[in-house]
């Protein structure tokens, strides 16, 4: 079966302007989440989700980044007025309930 | 809140050889999972190992293998007869069983030399 889907692969961006990234999770998953990770570092938790609520946004960097979620499928990560320290790899992850999260392959942002 | 500490960024190991990776986490939680992730140089993140809390038995997985330790809140990783191929990074985490919510570790880099 298809796995967690994240487009798109790769991104540059000018500063200062908006990105949207997308992810896929494997079907009937109901947890999502999103993890930034700079360059040779670990994993940053920015947000989940369980459905299409967020009980968890506590990892959000700023007011620049959102992200929403429809039932329990697409989520979508946006960061306004980008900047150059947003240049990450961004990884997306699906879970059923109880269960280890499966990762897409993430989207490397560039900022220039 | 939970935190996940991996004390060795970096360490190097000959092939065939035993390496243990350590993590130590920090919770109030009763009931949780413990996993150990892989990332190798391709980004994508793979399962290596899962632990529930409630059971005492340490997890295996082939060369793959736990020692859990609830009380002193330790889960390390070790990896036996070790492969070129083992070398990633390898990250530890911690997932809240009543809400699912993960967090990682810093992570190590874990090199097997030839």
């Known amino acids: 079966g298809a796995g967690v889907s994240q487009s798109p692969s790769n991104k540059v961006t000018e500063k200062g302007k908006d990105v949207e990234l997308r992810c896929d999770p494997i079907s009937g998953h109901t947890a999502l989440y999103w993890y930034r990770q700079r360059l040779g570092q670990g994993l940053e938790f920015l947000i989940y989700f369980q459905g299409n609520s967020a009980p968890d946004k506590s990892g959000l960097p700023s007011d620049r980044f959102s992200a929403e979620r429809t039932g329990e499928s697409v989520s979508t990560l946006t960061i306004q007025r980008t900047q150059q320290e947003d240049s990450a790899v961004y990884l997306c992850?699906?879970?059923?309930?109880?269960?280890?999260?499966?990762f897409g392959q993430g989207t490397r942002l560039t900022v220039v | 809140a939970q935190t996940v500490t991996q004390s060795q960024p970096e360490m190097s190991v000959q092939e065939a050889e035993t390496v243990t990776l350590s993590c130590t986490y920090d919770t109030s939680e009763s009931n949780y999972y413990l996993f150990w992730y892989k990332q190798p140089p391709s980004r994508q993140m793979i399962l290596v190992i899962r632990?529930?809390?409630?059971?005492?038995q340490n997890a295996t997985e082939n060369r793959f293998s736990v020692n859990f330790q609830k009380a002193a809140k330790s889960f390390s990783l070790k990896i036996s007869d070790s492969q070129l191929g083992d070398t990633a990074m390898y990250f530890c985490?911690?997932?809240?069983?009543?809400?699912?919510?993960?967090?990682f570790g810093k992570g190590t880099r874990l090199h097997i030399l030839p």
């Open positions: 992850a699906s879970s059923p309930m109880g269960s280890e999260a499966f």
């Open positions: 985490a911690f997932m809240r069983s009543r809400d699912d919510k993960i967090i």
């Open positions: 632990q529930e809390a409630y059971k005492q």
